[in-house]
């Protein structure tokens, strides 16, 4: 169903964004500059690259770079109001971004008494972040394997990565560098909801209770665990486009930010820590 819901919602909303393009004179296509067919995610006509292409492009590749610059801040997935809830509970000392991407919630986390760390798998996120966040430590690696010495971080950040990752070495990985007492902060698409099972770039699905296991499995404490972001057919897109237009975050776009059950959850969000006692 959600597999349906997306592809009319990418019909019916692609005409007013490609107006609103045309009319601001911002660059745009319809159709994917390498594979040569048609775009239904309005999110990726700004870059002209289709999504399954999108995510087959090799992280050294400038144009994956020049794409992602390309997206508008107010179709980000990991929008603003998705970053408060987790800088929310970023306390201080030493932070860790597991997936950092370009930076953009690092970015919102600079602070006197923070030591900022991120690390991605691309190497064109990782020169991006490092020219946002000049006073950052950015290192090219993979979730599997940490760079890092074990217990070195008092909060780490892991969001939507780990349903991009087979195997359960990256949670072990996260447990292993936080410091006894450390907190962790995990999120993930709900496997079943409308940016989980169809999303192309994602190879492992999550329910709530599944992500719990694994990171309980992996000698993590849970703390909270939260359950977020309605989307409702139509009306969610259409804040976002209204968002986009008026270039100003509305109180309920791109994604209708509350808590509800998992069923209408599009993300889930855990609050976890190592014991202090090991």
Known sequence: MWHWLRKFEGFLFIPPFAIYYALRGIPFSLRCERCH????????IRTGICEKCWWQMPSTDDAYIKAHSLIPPRLNPAHEHFYRRIIKKVGDGKVLDVG???GFLLSRLRSQRRSLYGMDVTNGAVRVARDRIEEGNFHLANARKIPFESDTFDYLICSDVLEHIEGDEAVRECYRVLKPG???LITVPNGKGPWGK??????????FESIVALLKEAGFEIVSGQKFGLHVPLVTVSLGVLSQALDKNLPFSPELNIDVPEFLATTFMIVC??????
Not at 37 to 44: G, S, T, V
Not at 198 to 207: N, T
């Open 182 to 184: 450390g907190a962790a």
């Open 273 to 278: 820590r190592k014991p202090s006692v090991q």
């Open 100 to 102: 950092c991407g370009h």
């Open 198 to 207: 169809y999303f192309v770039g994602h190879i492992r699905l999550f329910s």
């Open 37 to 44: 067919r048609w775009i239904f995610d309005q999110m990726y």
